[in-house]
């Protein structure tokens, strides 16, 4: 803590071997940092300019890669920073915000994935009523509401978090997540159930709802004609592994700060990295490969000469 200008500096004591390593370290994270930044945006610019992709459940798609973006942002930049830097700090302030961001973004995540399951099962499921259930005003709300709410949500534990008293100085991980917990003297009640209703808002019931949802599809689906068949397992399967792949590593997010086992450094290292590493990568490859307008597009994009 720096006394003269009231400022609390953290260290990230999660990284390992960084003075051997930096170099190797810096060039592998930019490089996926870029690859991140250019696999959504391709896809986002597709959806953006050809018409017949100005569709409710595209522009879900859209959204949700836009999402990755400042997802990733808030925390390749640092990392970056630190993969450079003698020493790996960052102040207590900067560490909230950069907390807020991560987790509000995370939640942005699943409301998205619940509002392109809503627009499956009235595609699907309500076909003739669709175009009405569906329109402009009903995005644009479903849109405005996945980014408003959990970053709202977040700010009362974010801001109660800054008026805490800290024991420790030392962050087990290399980005800011719910480890600064584990910084605080004290961990009250109070506390704890807060954050469980927030989690219960953002995260379970968004996942109860799309398993639901789903379930739902393939009943229908199931008693429906072939094509109906057909049709939800291109749109929705794409979806569910999504689902599936950010579920299980939030997951390990949200249970390690409960975790007291003394795991290596390199396991924490690795385990850590995997939601803003793969996850990011992850979706823009689903949907580019699985979605069949968007994959017709991309060959289209890398290689119009082999397409008449």
């Not at 409710?56 to 890669?65: G, H, K, Q, S």
């Not at 927030?198 to 109860?208: G, K, R, S, T």
């Not at 792949?245 to 249970?255: G, M, T």
């Amino acid at each position: 803590m720096d006394d003269t200008l009231n400022v609390t500096y953290l260290t990230f004591g999660g990284h390992v071997d960084v003075d051997r390593y930096r170099y190797v370290y810096f060039v592998i994270m930019f490089t996926i940092y870029i690859l991140i930044i250019c696999s959504n945006s391709v896809i986002v610019y597709l959806i953006w300019v050809h018409p017949n992709l100005h569709e409710p459940m595209y522009i879900f798609i859209a959204a949700l890669l836009v999402n990755s973006v400042p997802f990733s942002t808030t925390i390749y930049p640092k990392l970056l920073i630190d993969f450079l830097s003698d020493k790996q700090i960052i102040t207590y302030q900067a560490c909230l915000v950069q907390f807020h961001m991560f987790y509000s973004l995370g939640g942005s995540e699943f409301l998205l994935l619940a509002a392109m399951a809503h627009d499956r099962y009235v595609s699907i499921c309500k076909p003739l009523q669709y175009p009405t259930i569906m329109g402009k005003t009903t995005v644009s709300i479903f849109l405005v509401s996945a980014w408003l709410l959990p970053a709202c949500q977040l700010v009362l534990p974010t801001a109660m978090s800054a008026k805490e008293k800290l024991c420790r100085f030392i962050l087990d991980g290399v980005f800011c997540n719910n480890t600064i917990y584990k910084l605080q003297c004290v961990i009250s009640q109070a506390r704890f159930v807060r954050d469980m209703v927030i989690l219960l808002n953002v995260a379970l019931v968004p996942v109860l709802f799309i398993l639901f949802t789903y379930t739902r599809i393939f009943v229908i689906s199931y008693r429906s004609s072939k094509e109906v068949r057909k049709k939800a397992a291109q749109t929705c399967l794409p979806h569910l592994i999504v689902l599936i792949n950010f579920s299980c590593l939030c997951a390990y997010d949200v249970i390690v700060v409960g975790l007291e086992a003394d795991f290596p450094k390199t396991v924490r290292l690795i385990m850590a990295l995997q939601i803003i590493l793969y996850h990011p990568l992850f979706n823009p490859i689903m949907y580019g490969l699985k979605m069949k307008e968007i994959h017709k597009h991309l060959k289209r994009l890398f290689f119009p000469a082999k397409i008449k």
